[in-house]
């Protein structure tokens, strides 16, 4: 069996002139994580990642934790984060009255995009999109048969994208509903790993990519009380 361990980058710069790349406590996060994978004795034979500076930043702060130098790392669009800014801008064009107020709390701001992802799951947001949800969904599938191509046996690999791809990854692997990638989307937190086994039969007759659903959003390495307050969702 080969292992997918599919990271969800850390913390980026939430609020500044650039979100694309990762805070002071996001790159501490990545090390974080890969001073874990090492203790835990593991080597990647190939690391895949977006195309987004915060997928290769948070790559890079792994290795430097591992205390190995970055092997080559494989980019591939497919696992690039979908335009959140542009679809919940599209659901409040439809519906104004649910527009925040700015000075509202954290909640109210993810009850919107909870909302506006449930509206593009439905093929509800009838403005002009950089992509549907169909899409989204197609180029998901198609990443994950290209990692699993010639993957062989017993290999490990590391893959490291966003909350978007890694959530719609893991409910085409469960196949769940729609709703499911929603959810598992808005829980994902930085720098959390989880879980797949499959092997060279990962692709059966339906064309489905089939694997073994072995954990969630984990985030061992941020688990240590001098780290209070270093989970973090954006």
Same mark, same amino acid.
């Given at each position: 069996?080969?292992?997918?361990? !599919?990271?969800?980058?850390?913390?980026?710069?939430? /609020?500044?002139d650039?979100?694309?790349?990762? @805070? #002071?406590?996001?790159?501490?996060?990545?090390? $974080?994580?890969?001073?874990?994978?090492?203790?835990?004795?593991?080597?990647?034979?190939?690391?895949?990642? /977006?195309?987004?500076r &915060? %997928?290769?930043?948070?790559?890079? /702060?792994?290795?430097? /934790? *591992?205390?190995?130098?970055?092997?080559? !790392?494989?980019t591939?669009?497919? $696992?690039?984060?979908?335009?959140?800014?542009?679809i919940?801008?599209?659901? !409040?064009?439809?519906?104004?009255?649910?527009?925040?107020?700015?000075?509202?709390?954290?909640?109210?701001?993810?009850? +919107?995009?909870?909302?506006?992802? @449930?509206?593009?799951?439905?093929?509800?947001?009838?403005?002009?999109?950089?992509? &549907? $949800?169909?899409?989204?969904?197609?180029?998901?599938?198609?990443?994950?048969?290209?990692?699993?191509?010639g993957?062989? #046996?017993?290999?490990? +690999?590391?893959?490291?994208?966003?909350?978007?791809? +890694?959530?719609?990854?893991?409910?085409?692997?469960l196949?769940?509903?729609?709703?499911?990638?929603?959810?598992?989307? *808005?829980?994902?937190?930085? @720098?959390?790993? @989880?879980? !797949?086994y499959?092997? =060279?039969?990962?692709? %059966?007759? =339906?064309? %489905?990519?089939?694997?073994?659903?072995a954990?969630?959003?984990?985030v061992?390495?941020?688990?240590?009380?001098?780290? =209070?307050?270093s989970?973090? %969702?954006?």
């Open positions: 069996m080969s292992e997918l361990l !599919l990271v969800r980058h850390a913390q980026a710069s939430f /609020g500044t650039n979100y694309d790349r990762l @805070s #002071e406590l996001g790159h501490r996060q990545a090390r $974080w994580l890969g001073e874990y994978f090492r203790f835990r004795g593991f080597t990647f034979d190939r690391v895949i990642c /977006g195309e987004m &915060r %997928h290769r930043e948070t790559a890079e /702060g792994i290795f430097e /934790g *591992l205390g190995d130098a970055v092997q080559r !790392l494989d591939d669009a497919c $696992w690039n984060e979908f335009d959140f800014d542009r919940v801008s599209a659901y !409040l064009e439809q519906h104004p009255d649910d527009q925040p107020d700015p000075e509202a709390p954290a909640p109210d701001f993810a009850r +919107i995009l909870r909302s506006a992802l @449930s509206a593009w799951s439905e093929d509800r947001l009838t403005v002009a999109l950089p992509e &549907r $949800w169909s899409e989204f969904e197609a180029r998901v599938e198609r990443g994950l048969h290209a990692t699993a191509a993957s062989g #046996e017993e290999r490990r +690999i590391l893959l490291v994208s966003s909350g978007g791809p +890694i959530a719609m990854a893991l409910r085409q692997v196949q769940a509903p729609a709703s499911a990638m929603v959810h598992m989307n *808005l829980q994902l937190r930085n @720098s959390s790993y @989880s879980h !797949l499959f092997n =060279a039969r990962a692709v %059966h007759s =339906a064309g %489905h990519f089939v694997g073994h659903f954990g969630f959003n984990h061992p390495h941020l688990d240590h009380p001098e780290r =209070a307050g989970v973090t %969702h954006y």
